[in-house]
């Protein structure tokens, strides 16, 4: 089915041929229509369009208002104020154009794709090999989800990236160690959990550390080990490539309990760049973009200094012939670009790291890799808070893992549902399974609902409240209305366009209809927060739809179908906008 053309946009139509009649030299002008309190619209244009006219604002206003033909879409045009223009839509055009989302058999809801979509690679969920996931690596995580749900859904091709940190030194101690101790993981991946996998990963790199501070011996040749591990010795990856697979049990293991799909082909480490890096060197320096300076390879920026006001330079080969992350990071933009034909390059990177990606993205600007048709972005996110407004920590002082905070959450969520699983008649799996989707929801939901560049604070009995601005709230709101469809007996959703609407019909109503433009301006500007808000609105507004209009007892059988319609369609919005941030919505709650 084709997409859905808005109620804004049938009324901008109306507005842009009444403007242009009354001022030909305004064809095409953007008549600034917006959603308003005095009215369903408001168009605020005119002002500017008078004054580049010479003409007065209100006089013009009350002429276009002539031009205007008010019927089927439009109920009423009034002049406001200097000349502004209070806009009525008709009850039929409201009803009408929820129908033609309703009959949508595509499950889009009329939602359009974007008019030029391309191919875009987001890195997000980046958490390292042999070391536990901790509070730290939930925002990634989460945010990146559901970008790429959003941006799949508007027709983008997206390619998933988990640059997992898999390279480094500390990984010679830790070969060295298992060499040494070959039989500390013995088991088959079937066998072992993602907890056990990532304790026995905790255990040998405690006891490795211990042995390497410990004995000057076992230093040496734990060291000698990071050069066998760069030169591509054999016996050497082999023991690398137990680390890494024992830590993906564990990867996945807390990505299934985040509820998110993370596929081993999108898992590309560090360590999947290391064939490049000394290409990426040599067209950095034969290009001039980077230079040798005491030895190390630099690329140096007039605008980034340090405190004392000289020169930061961003350090792509050390002195020493090693590899820092930005030789790195410029090999994953080169293999992008040029092998995954990326248009755009989305980093959800914490926002300490600002500084880091901003050079990052200049070096591959200024060699050419990315331009006008490529771009790179970071969708920077802050820091999760404890309670006190400080970063989250345990009460001994320590980062607060992951998995950890995750059980805890559904702990708390399945104590909610339980409360009123009698009521609702949930059986014990679907309370189980509830807990889970509730627990999991509301620590998603807590993250996704503020501004990522924000801080936010942590609050498990904030998130799993009823009340408020919390996915509970939104579940339940979905949940009401599948048990209310299920009490409907016989009668069906049916749209009734001769229905006058209520005013909290009304109201509900234009707001579905802003779901479409919703979704793609949320998209566009990679800020999931303002889907949060919209669908938190749409339960606010279905709230006061319940208590001012009956469903099942309403006055006539058509408005009892037309309200069953309107509820109906609002919980397939809830669940689609809930699903596109990685949240599940309960049918029973």
């Known amino acids: 089915m084709a997409s859905v053309t808005s109620l804004s946009d049938s009324v901008q139509q109306h507005l842009a041929s009444a403007l242009s009649a009354a001022l030909p030299e305004a064809a095409g002008a953007d008549p600034l229509l917006r ?38 879409v439009i109920a009423d045009v009034e002049v406001s104020g200097p000349g502004f223009l209070n806009i009525t839509v008709a009850d039929q055009a409201i009803t009408e154009n929820l129908a033609a989302r309703y009959a949508d058999d595509t499950g889009r809801l009329g939602v359009p794709f974007a008019a030029r979509p391309g191919t875009t690679v987001i890195d997000y969920a980046q958490p390292n090999v042999a070391k536990e996931m901790h509070v730290g690596h939930l925002r990634s995580a ?61 255990r040998l790199y405690k006891t490795a550390r211990k042995l390497f501070d410990s004995d000057e011996e076992f230093k040496t040749r734990a060291r ?10 054999e016996k050497t990856l082999a023991i690398w490539q137990k680390f890494v697979d024992e830590s993906k049990i ?78 790195t990071d410029l090999s994953a933009i080169r293999d992008r670009v040029f092998n995954l034909k990326a248009s755009t390059l989305l980093y959800v990177v914490d926002a300490r790291q600002a500084l880091h990606f901003r050079m990052v993205f200049e070096t591959a600007r200024r060699a050419g890799w990315l331009n006008d048709d490529v771009t790179a972005v970071q969708l920077a996110f802050g820091t999760v808070l404890g309670k006190d407004g400080k ?9 607060v893992k992951l998995e950890n905070l995750l059980d805890e959450a559904v702990e708390r969520a399945t104590a909610v549902v339980r409360e009123k699983a ?80 209520a005013p909290a019909e009304r109201a509900l109503g234009l707001h579905l209809d802003q ?28 709230t006061s739809f319940y208590d ?35 949240i599940r919505t309960p049918d029973k709650l």
């Open 35 to 72: 959603r308003s309190d005095r009215a369903d619209y408001q168009a605020n244009g005119i002002l500017a369009l008078a004054k580049k006219a010479k003409a007065n604002p209100r006089e013009l206003a009350t002429q276009v208002v002539s031009g205007i033909v008010t019927g089927e």
């Open 142 to 202: 989460v945010i990146g989800d559901a970008m790429v749900r959003l941006l799949e859904f508007t027709g983008e091709n997206v390619v998933r990236r988990h640059h997992i940190g898999d390279w480094g030194t500390q990984f010679g101690m830790l070969i060295q160690y298992l060499d040494e101790h070959p039989h500390e993981l013995d088991h088959k991946k079937s066998e072992v959990s993602g907890e056990e996998a990532m304790s026995n990963l905790d």
């Open 224 to 233: 000698r080990r990071v050069v066998d591990l760069q030169a591509g010795d």
């Open 250 to 327: 564990y990867f996945f293991s807390v990505f299934d309990k985040l509820d998110m799909e993370v596929r081993d082909p999108d898992i590309v480490g560090e360590s999947g760049y290391n064939d490049m890096l000394a290409e990426t060197c040599r067209l950095l320096e034969e290009s001039g973009v980077a230079v040798r300076s005491e030895g190390a390879l630099c690329v140096f920026f007039d605008d980034i200094k340090g405190p004392e006001g000289n020169p930061v330079p961003l350090i792509v080969q050390k002195s020493d012939g090693g590899y820092g992350y930005a030789a």
């Open 391 to 399: 970063p989250f920590k345990t009460r001994e002082g320590e980062t």
């Open 422 to 501: 009698e009521k609702v008649g949930l059986t014990e799996d679907e309370i189980v399974e509830n807990g889970r989707y509730v627990g999991v929801g509301a620590v998603k939901y807590a993250d996704l609902s503020t501004s990522a560049v924000r801080d936010y604070k942590f609050d498990l009995d904030q998130m799993v409240s009823l009340n408020g601005d919390t996915s509970v709230y939104l579940q339940y709101a979905y949940a009401r209305i599948r048990s209310i469809l299920r009490k409907a007996g016989e009668a069906r959703p049916v749209a009734h366009p001769e229905l006058a609407l």
């Open 515 to 542: 779901f479409a433009e919703t979704v793609l301006e949320v998209a566009a500007a990679r800020e999931p927060h303002k889907m949060a808000a919209y669908l938190y609105q749409l339960a606010s507004l279905l």
């Open 548 to 582: 001012q209009c009956p469903v099942l007892k309403a006055d006539s059988p058509a408005q009892v179908e037309n309200r069953l319609f309107l509820v109906d369609l609002t919980a397939r919005t809830l669940h689609q906008g809930m699903a596109l941030l990685g």
